[in-house]
Nanobody
Framework: QVQLVESGGGLAQAGGSLRLSCATS????????MGWFRQAPGKEREFVAS????????YYSDSVKGRFTISRGVAKNTVYLQMNSLKSEDTALYYC??????????????????WGQGTQVTVSS
């Protein structure tokens, strides 16, 4: 029933920017905490950023803090990840997710309720 669809990935130069979008359906998402995770080949999926249900508070991993910004659309059924100052280390599949626990930003994969299919981000030097 619940579906999350990411878009906006692509190829960017180091230092460039991309904006990812997560379109949600199948549920009223007003009260869901949401997050972005990423996974590079051969690596574990890791937390990137999260936002509370009202869109007033964002949380970030240390590796992206100051470069990425998470936000929610007014209707609350779309979540964005603005990625600036991209580095080659940001190359990964980026996944949108609902979070069922949100203590200190719900930074754990184990807290995810639903996953999107992912959108590829590739950063070249």
């Amino acid at each position: 029933q619940v579906q999350l669809v990411e878009s906006g990935g692509g190829l960017a130069q180091a230092g460039g920017s991309l904006r990812l979008s997560c379109a949600t359906s199948g549920h009223t998402f007003d009260t869901y905490n949401m997050g972005w995770f990423r996974q590079a080949p051969g690596k574990e999926r890791e937390f990137v950023a999260s936002i509370n249900w009202s869109g007033t508070t964002g949380y970030y991993s240390d590796s992206v803090k100051g470069r990425f910004t998470i936000s929610r659309g007014v209707a609350k059924n779309t979540v964005y990840l603005q990625m600036n100052s991209l580095k080659s280390e940001d190359t990964a599949l980026y996944y949108c997710a609902t979070l069922l626990a949100f203590s200190d930003g719900g930074r754990e994969v184990s807290h995810v309720g639903h996953w999107g299919q992912g959108t590829q981000v590739t950063v070249s030097s």
